[in-house]
């Protein structure tokens, strides 16, 4: 209980609640994030089940316009399916995805990073020309690369299964040289330390000395990075679907509901891709203006 | 039988423009619960041989000859998992600045614990006990209260007890204390120094002393060894080098320092400053500084030679010259 009411005492939670920024863009990303989690609970209809889906209930207007009533609150797709209650599934896939994919690349990343960054020498110079090569190119290109490399090596039975593990290790594997990159620059000088040196002196061995020591002292600019990195982890997964290589219709996310609410923007119903568009822009918006606060806060320096 | 016999080493850093060497045939040793101060100006090799023995020589600089014999056993050649398992065990370290040997993230009594268990086998309520025990020890108040606070919310004597208490708590036999008082102010120095004579006495163990402070030689050691340019130009028992120097430097040394009593319109120093360790002069090192050089000083250079209880690397002891 004393470590809680610590925490709320802390100057973090202080410019927390100073930054008007910070707490909107916490309150959003709490509220979608909530709603993603509950979604079964929260949204009026079930767009996987079949059976409640009715064609006679297909591209219904939202609540605000003319035609539209409370059963569709932003109205329905081509299907008959409750555009509201998608974008809810959705965001709930897109953000499973984002997460693991920026767990994946954290625990790459970092351990790439903490063993170049101690052990320098060569293996530094082998690692860190892996990250320069792949910094060379867009993130989302490797992650289309990637993404057809696996599909294309895996049998068929079990691309069907793997799909979302598929494109978590496309985005994740895309985005860990950034990570690397900060945990080695961070590392090296930590290393440098007296308490390192101290802690060598005391003949902890060089494992332990870089996830006990070290990695607690280097997580600060790591945490600001992985989270405005979620965020574009986000769009990465909307980009992928939106270009019909990443989740299937069967799993929609909020690309996938973008790229087939797109085909409807000229014919008038334009709400089956303006509200998960919006929702989409919510989300990374939140999440990067977030980042940004956090990044102002642990450091000192920037108040 | 001595507890560390460092015999003519030396250690060398090979640079572009040559190799250098830094530490040029050092010998002496520490005796079971003894205390040998090291004193010298800066970058005579004071911490340099500390680093050596510990064997965390920074590279490119290494153990160009020579041994260290630690409790009958060489450990100059051992390879780092072999040296790993001795430092913080058999030998222990303390360095200048309590404020940054601490890490900061983690409570003290959780880098006690991690200490001890790394080489001590002790289950985890054991450690706790034992780093209160520390604690105690090492005179911080409400230990018990405090073993899980962190290093920012001591002060920084406090802090240096704890770094103290870690060096000591895995009971090496010799501990390497690099300037252990160097960062605190006067008062809280005569605190520290009391503790770790007071540690060393009741735990038996030995303790290197290096410092730059003559004051806390002549009160802490019972023997020092007075280094310039890399190597020892005087050894002895502490009453005897304090009292009647044998090497002109350690005169020198003396002689500078400051008395409340004898007003004096200038300080007295050393003139001149060290030789860089590429132009050591030929002869003995000291001959350009020296108020006492002779022909032959500037021809040959001076093995330690003994003068009575001590020992002093200088032509003038011998044949009783002096």
């Given at each position: ?28 990303v709490l509220i979608i994030v909530l709603c993603a989690v509950f979604a ?47 974008i809810l599934y959705g965001t709930r896939i897109s953000m499973i995805v984002a997460a693991l994919a920026i767990g ?60 979302l593990?598929?494109?978590v290790?496309?985005i ?58 979620l965020g574009?982890a986000v769009l990465?997964e909307a ?14 996310s909020l690309g ?23 929702t989409l822009?919510a989300i990374v918006?939140s999440i ?16 | ?322």
């Amino acid at each position: 209980m004393s470590a809680l009411s610590r925490f709320l005492d802390s100057d973090f939670v202080y410019s927390f609640r100073r930054s008007p920024v910070a707490v909107v863009s916490a309150v959003v990303v709490l509220i979608i994030v909530l709603c993603a989690v509950f979604a079964p609970l929260v949204s009026p209809h079930d767009p996987f089940d079949l059976a409640s889906i009715s064609l006679l209930d297909s591209l219904k207007p939202p609540v605000f316009l003319p035609d539209g009533d409370w059963s569709f609150p932003l109205g329905s797709d081509d299907q008959g399916r409750d555009v509201f209650s998608s974008i809810l599934y959705g965001t709930r896939i897109s953000m499973i995805v984002a997460a693991l994919a920026i767990g994946f690349s954290l625990v790459v990343g970092i351990t790439v990073g903490l063993v170049a960054g101690y052990a320098g020498g060569a293996v530094d110079a082998v690692l860190m020309r892996i990250v320069d090569v792949q910094l060379t190119f867009p993130a989302i290109l490797i992650a289309l690369l990637v993404d057809g490399v696996v599909r294309a090596v895996l049998p068929p039975a079990a691309q069907d299964a793997l799909q979302l593990d598929v494109i978590v290790f496309a985005i994740g594997i895309s985005r860990w040289p950034q990570f690397a990159r900060t945990v080695r620059g961070s590392t090296m000088i930590e290393r440098g330390r007296d308490y390192v040196m101290a802690a060598r002196v005391i003949g902890i061995s060089s494992p332990r000395i870089m996830v006990s020591h070290i990695l607690p002292n280097v997580l600060g600019p790591v945490l600001v990075i992985a989270t405005l990195n979620l965020g574009l982890a986000v769009l990465d997964e909307a980009t992928l679907s939106f270009l019909g290589v990443g989740l299937p219709p069967t799993q929609p996310s909020l690309g996938t509901l973008i790229r087939f609410g797109n085909n409807f923007l000229f014919s008038g119903e334009w709400w089956i891709t303006i509200f998960p568009g919006l929702t989409l822009a919510a989300i990374v918006l939140s999440i990067n203006l977030l980042g940004d606060w956090l990044r102002d806060a642990l450091n000192p320096r920037l108040r | 039988m001595a507890l560390l016999e460092v015999s003519q080493l030396c250690v060398e850093f090979p640079t572009r423009r040559g190799t250098l060497r830094a530490l040029d045939n050092i010998s002496f040793g520490i005796e079971p619960g003894e205390i040998l101060g090291v004193v010298g100006e800066s970058g005579a090799g004071k911490s340099l041989t500390g680093s050596a023995i510990i064997g965390l020589l920074e590279p490119p600089g290494r153990v160009a000859s020579g041994q260290i014999i630690f409790d009958g056993k060489r450990i100059d050649n051992l390879d780092q998992e072999a040296m790993r398992a001795i430092r913080g065990r058999h030998i222990g370290a303390i360095f200048q600045d309590p404020l940054t040997t601490l890490d900061p993230l983690m409570s003290v009594g959780k880098q006690l614990i991690e200490t001890m268990q790394t080489h001590l086998k002790l289950s985890d309520r054991d450690a706790k006990a034992r780093a209160i025990q520390w604690l105690e020890e090492v005179g911080i108040p409400a230990a018990s209260e405090r073993v899980f606070a962190y290093p920012h919310q001591f002060s920084g004597g406090m802090r240096q007890r704890v770094v103290i208490a870690l060096a000591l708590c895995a009971e090496p036999r010799l501990v390497i204390a690099d300037e252990p008082t160097t960062a605190l102010d006067v008062s809280i120095q005569a605190q520290i120094i009391t503790l770790m004579r007071r540690l060393a006495a009741d735990h038996g163990t030995s303790i290197m002393l290096v410092t730059h402070d003559m004051g806390v030689i002549a009160e802490t050691c019972d023997r020092v060894a007075v280094m310039y340019a890399g190597r020892i130009v005087e050894i002895g028992p502490v009453e005897n080098v304090v009292r009647s120097p044998q090497h002109p430097y350690t005169e020198g040394l003396m002689g500078s320092i400051p008395s409340l009593e004898a007003r004096v319109a200038r300080l007295r120093q050393i003139d001149g400053a060290m030789p860089r360790l590429n132009a050591i002069p030929q002869g003995c090192a000291f001959n350009p500084r020296c108020t006492k050089v002779m022909d032959r000083c500037r021809e040959e250079r001076p093995d330690l030679l003994p003068a009575g209880t001590t020992e002093a690397a200088c032509f003038l002891v011998q044949g009783g010259a002096r």
